[in-house]
Antibody, heavy 118, light 106 residues
Framework: QVQLVQSGAEVKKPGASVKVSCKASGYTFTDYYIHWVRQAPGQGLEWIGWILPNNGVTNYAQKFQARVTMTRDTSINTSYMELDSLKYDDTAIYYC???????????WGPGTLVTVSS | EIVLTQSPDTLSLSPGERATLSCRASRSIPSNYLAWYQQKPGQVPRLLIYGASTRAAGIPDRFSGSGSETDFTLTISRLQPEDFALYYCQQYSTWTFGQGTMVEIK
């Protein structure tokens, strides 16, 4: 069965960086895009970007273009999302999600809470 | 950016009633690249509908999606207790979400 397992909660200071991992199992990792989506406390869903594990090609939302880097390690079926220059309003749950085929998200990870606090 | 506006913000209904949720796009969504997700408190979003009208695996047939171009609808034919939740639409042409509609028990 498809599973996405994410790294644990993080607490970071403003200006720091955070790197969240997402380990995939139950399918061929390189065949499906991985998307990253975040949800601030009590707020809606916000798309951050995607990575194609096969070749590492990425596509980021314009809002995050300057601060986000998505990478992958195909030897361990893991995707990473690194967000730099953290601000208080980056406090959110960060989800990874598999792309079903043309862009929708059919399987989601459990989420990683990132708290930005001084 | 394609902006999605969902209405209403909150829908108050009783179990057994029909729920109709709207999602309107600021411009036409190509290829009906429109999905609906359900999220319950403390849980991960769950895919309900993709391609505007195709139910995802395991989704009960009381959930149906319709629409095209800029106007889309999610219908829950007879609300079950487990259907009271937050619902988001998403366009996956350029990936944006609507702000969500809460379906609450009246």
């Amino acid at each position: 069965q498809v599973q996405l397992v994410q790294s644990g909660a993080e607490v970071k200071k403003p200006g720091a960086s955070v790197k969240v991992s997402c380990k995939a199992s139950g399918y061929t990792f390189t065949d499906y895009y991985i998307h990253w989506v975040r949800q601030a406390p009590g707020q809606g869903l916000e798309w951050i970007g995607w990575i194609l594990p096969n070749n590492g090609v990425t596509n980021y939302a314009q809002k995050f273009q300057a601060r986000v880097t998505m990478t992958r390690d195909t030897s361990i079926n893991t995707s990473y999302m690194e967000l730099d220059s953290l601000k208080y309003d980056d406090t959110a749950i960060y989800y990874c999600a598999r792309d079903g085929s043309v862009g929708y998200h059919d399987y989601w990870g459990p989420g990683t809470l990132v708290t930005v606090s001084s | 950016e394609i902006v999605l506006t969902q209405s209403p913000d909150t829908l108050s209904l009783s179990p057994g009633e029909r729920a109709t949720l709207s999602c309107r796009a600021s411009r036409s969504i190509p290829s009906n690249y429109l999905a609906w997700y359900q999220q319950k408190p403390g849980q991960v979003p769950r895919l309900l509908i993709y391609g505007a009208s195709t139910r995802a695996a395991g989704i009960p047939d009381r959930f149906s999606g319709s629409g095209s171009e800029t106007d889309f609808t999610l219908t829950i034919s007879r609300l079950q207790p487990e259907d009271f939740a937050l619902y988001y639409c998403q366009q996956y042409s350029t990936w944006t979400f609507g702000q969500g509609t809460m379906v609450e028990i009246k």
